[in-house]
């Protein structure tokens, strides 16, 4: 039995999809109201968190991407100062 009419989709879906969307359309029509708000709550707060860690992805990739340029530029200046015997023997015992 078809439930899903691809006529009527505001965006494309394979038709593996569409068959996964039915079966969970099926099940869900065996629950009872209090059960279907539960799981609506439950791939809210999913997607919620999926999209926040997206955008803390996001916010990490640009720090980490300006935190690495400076490493970079700075690595020879400060291998002056950690590259030496008196460095070395200071590390020693850690």
């Known amino acids: 039995m078809t439930i899903i009419d691809e006529t009527y989709l ?8 569409i068959k996964q969307l039915e079966k969970v359309i099926n099940k869900l029509s065996e629950l009872s109201e209090a ?13 919620e968190s999926k999209e926040q860690l997206a955008n ?14 400076t490493t970079l530029l700075s ?13 070395d023997n200071a590390w020693q015992n850690l």
Do not use: N, R
Not at 35 to 45: K, V
Not at 75 to 87: G, V
């Open 10 to 17: 505001v965006f494309p879906l394979s038709k593996t999809m």
């Open 35 to 47: 059960q279907l708000e539960e799981i609506a709550q439950m791939i809210m707060i999913s997607i």
């Open 56 to 69: 803390g992805s996001d916010t990490l990739k640009k720090m980490t991407g300006s935190i690495s340029d």
């Open 75 to 87: 690595e020879s200046l400060l291998a002056k100062d950690w590259l030496t015997e008196e460095e």
